[in-house]
């Protein structure tokens, strides 16, 4: 395991104490919402691999019990990253349900930027909450944005000349490759290409080009789940920021994609795109949260973190043979009709 992995197979002693925590977690006002339950029963199954008749078996744990059993940081860290994902998925937004994974932080010693991003969800108007988070997530745009060959270290945000002329090529690469799928990407579902005026166009490059190689479509489960999918990969800081953003645009409606800034408050109260309009959050969309499970998997089983390298440099290799390389395992139920873009992995 390396320092940024979620360990994974999750060991069955761990799996049944992170289970019988978010159990406890959930457990307020009542018990958990229809939505809460099917969120908590895809992570059970698909990175706990825990069955139903095991789940049955378990007694939720409190908080003292859960920090008793669960000392390893990694486990604390992950008991969290699930909590919060269980938290933005009760609605109406819920105090009781933050302050038990508020005492349940506090019992793990743990209390990470993403935490209070949450508490400023709950007790600030969406303006000042969106710019508050867009004050912490300004630290991690470099590390999650497209890097540029022979510079080393994270990407510059903006872009310059090399990198928008290497934009630009991108629709004469053949059929197949990285480059071209890309930028079928953008076209069948409608949307702009990164451009000098498109805020911050590196990060939304190496965004899609994730987008592109995980297979997932750029919709509110989508993007729920390729969060999922580059947190299994590399449980790093600003993936865990990233994949969090997920879930604050396309589960509660804090804020969206603007024009002349990265983000924009909306406080609709759920997903705010395709047609949904705030009415509710992408996880309560059918699929929603077997395909968020399956990301979890996915992401644990490639080798080596493709999310953050040059992308550009690389785009005219075959689509193909790039997952191959990291053994990107398709997806069970495919967004989107490409089979020749699959390779048969073991």
């Known amino acids: 395991m390396t320092p940024h992995r979620i360990p994974f197979p999750v060991s069955p002693t761990e799996a049944r104490h992170l289970a019988a925590g978010l159990l406890g977690l959930i457990d307020a006002e009542g018990g958990p919402t229809a939505e809460q339950h099917r969120v908590f029963s895809a992570v059970a199954s698909h990175l706990l691999a825990l069955e139903d008749s095991q789940l049955q078996e378990l007694e939720p744990l409190a908080p003292g019990a859960l920090a008793a059993v669960l000392p390893e940081p990694c486990w604390r860290r992950l008991f969290l990253q699930m909590g919060l994902i269980l938290d ?3 609605h109406p937004k819920s105090e009781s349900q933050l302050q038990r994974l508020e005492a349940y932080a506090r019992a793990l010693e743990i209390d990470p930027p993403q935490l209070q991003i949450v508490r400023d969800f709950a007790h600030c108007s969406a303006a000042e909450a969106t710019a508050r988070f867009v004050r912490a997530y300004d630290a991690y745009i470099p590390e999650l944005s497209e890097r540029q060959a022979g510079v080393p270290g994270p990407g510059e945000a903006q872009g310059d000349d090399a990198f928008f002329a290497a934009l630009d090529q991108l629709p004469s690469l053949p059929y197949g490759s990285l480059g071209w799928a890309f930028v079928q990407l953008y076209e069948r579902n409608g949307m702009a290409m990164p451009s000098r005026e498109t805020p ?3 990060y939304y490059v190496c965004h899609d080009m994730n987008h592109v190689i995980t297979g997932y479509e750029p ?18 800081d600003a993936n865990w920021m990233a994949s969090l953003t997920n879930v604050l645009i396309h589960e509660v409606g804090l804020f969206k994609h603007g024009t002349n800034h990265q983000f924009v408050a909306y406080g609709g109260g759920g997903e705010p795109y395709h047609g949904v309009n705030g009415r509710l959050g992408a996880l309560d969309l059918p699929g929603s949260t ?3 499970g399956e990301a979890l998997v996915r992401g644990s089983a490639c080798r080596g973190d493709f999310s953050q390298l040059d992308h550009l440099a690389m785009a005219a290799e075959p689509l193909r043979e790039i997952r191959r390389r990291f053994n990107v395992l398709p997806l069970r139920k495919p967004m989107i009709d490409q089979p020749d873009l699959w390779p048969e992995l073991a």
């Open 88 to 90: 933005l998925c009760r």
């Open 219 to 236: 919709t509110g489960p989508g993007e729920i789940a390729l969060g999922a999918f580059k947190l299994a990969l590399n449980n790093s």
């Open 200 to 202: 911050n166009p590196r």
């Open 290 to 292: 077997a395909l968020f």
